[in-house]
């Protein structure tokens, strides 16, 4: 299994960003998919993941200014980052699950090397 993200670089407070991670070495429709972020110093965050029925879930953190979206067909999950916040700044990562729901999070076992996302105030 292999995941790559692309997308990340550095924009300006308010700005938008699309990060995208293509996957390969999955059937990709009936896993679930997610984006984690890692800061510096600080704990792994879950941002948004998706369901193999695209049901959604957001961390409070990002509510209303990301959304998460797949492409069976492509293989291709992408994170709108829209709004974007100096805390936004972090390594963010694409995680696919061998479930279908995105819970519980111990099943997200493939993961990317990550793209940088760097917010400036």
């Known amino acids: 299994v292999q995941l790559v993200e692309s997308g990340g670089g550095l924009v300006q407070a308010g700005g938008s960003l699309r990060l995208s991670c293509a996957a390969s070495g999955l059937i990709f429709r009936i896993n679930a998919l997610a984006w984690y972020r890692q800061a510096p110093g600080k704990e792994r965050e879950r941002v948004a993941a998706?369901?193999?029925?695209?049901?959604?879930f957001y961390a409070d953190s990002v509510k209303g200014r990301f959304t998460i979206s797949r492409d069976n067909d492509k293989k291709v999950v992408y994170l709108q980052m829209s709004d974007l916040k100096p805390e936004d700044t972090a390594m963010y990562l694409c995680?696919?699950?061998?479930?279908?729901?995105?819970?519980?999070?111990?099943?997200?076992?493939?993961w990317g090397q990550g793209t940088q996302v760097t917010i400036s105030s």
């Open positions: 995680a696919a699950s061998d479930s279908g729901s995105y819970y519980p999070e111990g099943w997200f076992r493939y």
């Open positions: 998706i369901s193999s029925g695209e049901q959604t």
